[in-house]
């Protein structure tokens, strides 16, 4: 069922409510913190970051998993005009293979504050603690409790998925403009036909294809 104007209109204080409480209690810079790309078999971790200031207005402002793909893109426009700052960094398959994905993970979060070119005095992440920085707060659900989270999963999705319609134009064949790299059906079969190309992670891809065509 569809939220009344002001259903939405209270979800959207309430996904505010926790920043706010930290800018009250004087913070000056709380960063929302959220990677996506965690399980795919091709293309990169994608994290984003995200500083929100609290009266700041983002119609429909969710986790990136509870929006369309057209309404996220529109979210994602409002977040680069209003964002106080935003980044997202890309970590490519290669040092997931090389590192593994929880150091990937966590690399990519490091270079997504990084690039905001803001010391934060609160950083917010969805899940478990990571102890990447001294300020860290974690929030299991926290893409769809707190707005700058929330804003770091939709810009770090939209972002993510559109290297990875892309990447289809260099590699056709594994569907990737819709699976977005992911394990479905017609991208393992077509790993067994073509090989592997150089964004997909080989780590993952082992009982699939040995091979490399690229």
Same mark, same amino acid.
Request: glycine fraction near 8%; include cysteine.
């Given at each position: 069922?569809?939220?009344?104007k002001?259903q939405?209109?209270?979800?959207?204080?309430?996904?505010?409510?926790?920043?706010?409480?930290?800018?009250?209690?004087?913070?000056?810079?709380?960063?929302?913190?959220?990677?996506?790309?965690?399980?795919?078999?091709?293309?990169?971790?994608?994290?984003?970051?995200?500083?929100?200031?609290?009266?700041?207005? @983002?119609?429909?402002?969710?986790?990136?998993?509870? $929006?369309?793909?057209?309404? &996220? *893109?529109? /979210? +994602?426009? =409002?977040?680069?005009?209003?964002?106080?700052?935003?980044?997202?960094?890309?970590?490519?398959?290669?040092? @997931?293979?090389?590192?593994?994905?929880?150091?990937? $993970?966590?690399?990519?979060? &490091? *270079?997504? /504050? +990084?690039? =905001?070119?803001?010391?934060?005095?609160?950083?917010?992440?969805?899940?478990?603690?990571?102890?990447?920085?001294?300020?860290?707060?974690?929030?299991?659900?926290?893409?769809?409790?707190?707005?700058?989270?929330?804003? +770091?999963?939709?810009?770090?999705?939209?972002?993510?998925?559109?290297?990875?319609?892309?990447?289809?134009?260099?590699?056709?064949?594994?569907?990737f403009?819709?699976?977005?790299?992911?394990?479905?059906?017609?991208?393992?079969? +077509?790993?067994?036909?073509?090989?592997?190309?150089?964004?997909?992670?080989?780590?993952?891809?082992?009982?699939?294809?040995?091979?490399?065509?690229?």
């Open positions: 069922m569809a939220r009344t002001e939405e209109q209270e979800r959207l204080r309430a996904l505010f409510a926790y920043e706010r409480g930290l800018y009250s209690a004087g913070a000056l810079v709380v960063v929302g913190v959220d990677e996506v790309g965690r399980g795919p078999l091709a293309g990169p971790v994608s994290a984003g970051a995200c500083v929100l200031d609290p009266g700041v207005e @983002i119609p429909f402002l969710n986790d990136s998993k509870k $929006l369309s793909e057209k309404r &996220r *893109e529109e /979210v +994602a426009a =409002l977040l680069r005009e209003q964002a106080r700052a935003c980044h997202v960094a890309h970590v490519a398959a290669e040092v @997931i293979d090389a590192c593994g994905i929880m150091a990937t $993970l966590k690399q990519a979060m &490091r *270079e997504a /504050v +990084a690039g =905001l070119a803001l010391d934060p005095d609160v950083v917010l992440l969805d899940g478990r603690p990571l102890k990447l920085w001294p300020c860290e707060h974690a929030i299991v659900k926290g893409d769809a409790k707190i707005a700058c989270v929330a804003a +770091a999963s939709v810009l770090a999705k939209v972002e993510r998925d559109a290297f990875m319609r892309e990447a289809d134009h260099f590699y056709p064949g594994y569907g403009a819709h699976n977005k790299g992911y394990g479905t059906a017609e991208h393992t079969a +077509a790993i067994r036909h073509l090989g592997l190309t150089p964004l997909h992670r080989r780590s993952f891809c082992g009982d699939f294809v040995k091979s490399v065509l690229f």
